[in-house]
């Protein structure tokens, strides 16, 4: 192996592996949307569930959602596209209700893991 395919192998493996741009921006948008507090809340209480294995995952009104996380039913309603817009929430229309899922359950719960982690790590420096 000559010496210049040697350094070239080891920049590569140097290297951060990468996703396609496409890819990419897809993370960056979804971590922008799920790292608004408010969003947060949403997530965390379209998230609760009854206990058992089986349980759905719960359906709200917005305006419940709005009154639950104390904002407007306007601000709630961005909130609540701009979490749809990611696919993660959906919505349906009954009359003049409409009602909001989570629907991408495996993502909420990783993000949530990632937050419990966060909480902890927090907790940790605080005792130090």
């Not at 396609?20 to 979804?30: G, H, S």
């Not at 507090?37 to 709200?60: K, Q, V």
């Not at 990632?114 to 605080?126: G, H, V």
């Amino acid at each position: 192996m000559s010496e210049s395919s040697s350094t070239t192998n080891q920049k590569e493996k140097n290297k951060a592996p990468r996703r396609p741009a496409e890819v990419d921006k897809y993370v960056d948008t979804f971590l922008s949307v799920v790292c608004d507090p408010s969003r947060r809340y949403i997530l965390e209480l379209l998230s609760f569930t009854e206990p058992g294995e089986n349980s759905p995952m719960p359906e709200m009104r917005s305006g419940e959602i709005a009154k639950a996380i104390g904002l407007s039913a306007a601000t709630t309603s961005e909130h609540l596209r701009q979490l749809a817009t990611i696919g993660l929430v959906s919505w349906r229309r009954e009359g003049n209700v409409v009602y909001y899922q989570l629907c991408n359950v495996e993502l909420v719960a990783s993000f949530h893991k990632l937050t419990e982690a966060l909480d902890n790590n927090y907790a940790l420096k605080k005792e130090m």
